[in-house]
């Protein structure tokens, strides 16, 4: 069974950082592309982050480039998203995601709040 569990959101100030894990289990991580998402209400989930098997390739959507980081260990098989200079509308639930054999894979999602 594939399982992805996020944690590390929560409230931070404007401005402030915060750190996303996901731990998975139930496939090959290391032959799997990951990616971090997120969601506001009433709005499509949109891609923030990604990066290949390897970890030598990553993507970013324009507003969070420079300021975000996606990284991960295959050792471990986590996938993080460090998050640096946080705005207001980066409030959203992240997931981690994963593509596999067509079928796509959600954790549960971790609320990130940036508010003064």
């Known amino acids: 069974e594939v399982q992805l569990v996020e944690s590390g959101g929560g409230l931070v100030h404007p401005g402030g950082s915060l750190r996303l894990s996901c731990e998975t289990s139930?496939?090959?991580?290391?032959?799997?592309?990951m990616s971090w998402v997120r969601q506001t209400p009433g709005r499509l989930r949109e891609l923030v982050a990604a990066?290949?098997?390897?970890?030598?390739?990553?993507n970013y959507m324009d507003s969070v480039r420079g300021r975000f980081t996606i990284s991960r260990d295959n050792d471990k098989n986590t996938v993080d998203l460090e998050m640096n200079s946080l705005k207001p509308e980066d409030t959203a639930v992240y997931y981690c995601?994963?593509?596999?054999?067509?079928?796509?894979?959600w954790g549960q999602g971790t609320q990130v709040t940036v508010s003064s």
């Open positions: 139930g496939f090959t991580f290391e032959n799997s592309d």
């Open positions: 990066i290949t098997e390897t970890g030598d390739t990553t």
């Open positions: 995601s994963v593509l596999l054999r067509s079928n796509r894979y």
